[in-house]
């Protein structure tokens, strides 16, 4: 039985995206004052792009735009994993914090992968 989707709230990917933007807010948050405006201003933002292309793409109403607004999501998903790299290289996130990071961005990458095919063409 397949469950209508009535809004981006009611998509599971988007909430483990919104889980994922927390897990980096707090994670920043940590990152020396120097960086407020460098890498972890980036890793914010790369974060918050992900659940906002989901939601603006489903917004849309159109299967194309929801796609292409997927693909996005994507992209900035790649993004955030190399800045956790990163941090990770540079001593700013520990090696679990960044299999952590890593675990649900691989989760969410899946799940938008699944997304994407389950779309009609």
């Known amino acids: 039985m397949a ?3 009535k809004s981006y709230r009611d998509l599971i990917v988007w909430q483990k995206a919104m889980e994922l933007v927390k897990r980096i807010y707090r994670t920043a948050g940590s990152f020396p004052t120097h960086e407020r405006y460098g890498l ?3 890793m914010r ?3 918050v792009s992900i ?3 989901i939601a603006e793409g489903q917004a849309r109403q159109h299967t194309a735009e929801f796609r292409h607004f997927l693909y996005i999501a994507l992209g900035s998903l790649a993004e955030l994993e190399t800045q956790t790299l990163i941090a990770c ?3 700013y996130l520990t090696v679990d914090d960044l ?6 961005i691989g989760e969410i990458r899946r799940m938008l992968h699944g ?3 389950q779309l009609p063409k």
Do not use: F, G
């Not at 299999?99 to 649900?104: H, I, Q, T, Y």
């Open 115 to 117: 997304l994407i095919r």
């Open 51 to 53: 659940p906002s292309n």
């Open 3 to 5: 469950t209508t989707v």
């Open 45 to 47: 933002r790369s974060a």
């Open 89 to 91: 290289d540079v001593a």
């Open 40 to 42: 972890a201003d980036q």
């Open 99 to 104: 299999k952590d990071v890593e675990s649900l």
